[in-house]
């Protein structure tokens, strides 16, 4: 079973920069996509990006592109999320969230989770 732990969330204000980690253990961490998904408050979950087993191939959803970056070290069992030029709608937990198969778009349907982490973009 893969155990995630996300990590770098906090307060920022817009226009600030902010980079989380996702932490994985359990089975081999290249065997498994990843994601990042999050969810703001009295909202649904909302896709944010993916990257594949060996980081060749990342998706972004249209609100993030070009100003957040995802990136995983399969060396050190860890994802990251570097987000910049952040707006308070970045306001959200963050989740990472991974699988077998490599998921585009899809905020839902992934085998194990994280246990999230707060973004907070101040106006």
């Known amino acids: 079973q893969v155990r995630l732990v996300e990590s770098g969330g906090g307060l920022v204000q817009a226009g600030g920069s902010l980079r989380l980690s996702c932490a994985a253990s359990?089975?081999?961490?290249?065997?498994?996509?990843m994601a990042w998904i999050r969810q703001g408050p009295g909202e649904e979950r909302e896709f944010v990006a993916a990257?594949?087993?060996?980081?060749?191939?990342?998706r972004y959803a249209d609100s993030v592109k070009g100003r957040f970056t995802v990136t995983r070290d399969n060396a050190k069992n860890t994802m990251y999320l570097q987000m910049n030029s952040l707006q308070p709608e970045d306001t959200a937990v963050y989740y990472c969230a991974a699988d077998i198969y490599y998921q585009v778009d899809s905020a839902e349907g992934y085998e194990y989770w994280g246990q999230g982490t707060q973004v907070t973009v101040s106006s």
């Open positions: 359990g089975p081999t961490f290249s065997d498994y996509s």
């Open positions: 990257i594949d087993w060996i980081g060749r191939a990342t």
